[in-house]
């Protein structure tokens, strides 16, 4: 099974940029597709940003412009670069796969989708 630990994350000024990183090992043969996801206690959690196989990208209407998800040559480290920040951005980031990842659609994940633990960001007014 894949294991997947994030990083990156830090606390930053509205209007800052930050670059997550999510490294995947394990059985990583043939990735799947990838996804960012965050989570602010006691609320939903929100996809933000998930890639293809193909390469496609889909992102949340709230971070469109701002982010943007890539995946590496060897399909193992996968980034979110985060600029704009916006105090709404403050949350704790996941690094997921496999995820529900289509054009237009809200991203979602499976019950049997692998999960990193997570890197807090901050970003202060």
């Known amino acids: 099974q894949v294991q997947l630990v994030e990083s990156g994350g830090g606390s930053v000024q509205a209007g800052g940029s930050l670059r997550l990183s999510c490294v995947a090992s394990g059985n990583t043969g043939s990735r799947s597709s990838m996804g960012w996801f965050r989570h602010v206690p006691g609320g939903p959690r929100e996809g933000v940003a998930c890639i293809t196989t193909a390469n496609a990208t889909t992102y949340a209407r709230s971070v469109k412009g701002r982010f943007t998800i890539s995946i590496d040559n060897a399909e193992t480290t996968l980034s979110l670069h985060m600029n704009s920040l916006k105090p709404e951005d403050t949350a704790t980031y996941y690094c997921?796969?496999?995820?529900?990842?289509?054009?237009?659609?809200?991203?979602?994940?499976?019950?049997?989708?692998?999960w990193g633990r997570g890197t807090q960001v901050t970003v202060s007014s």
């Open positions: 997921a796969t496999p995820t529900v990842c289509l054009p237009d659609r809200p991203i979602d994940s499976f019950s049997w989708t692998v």
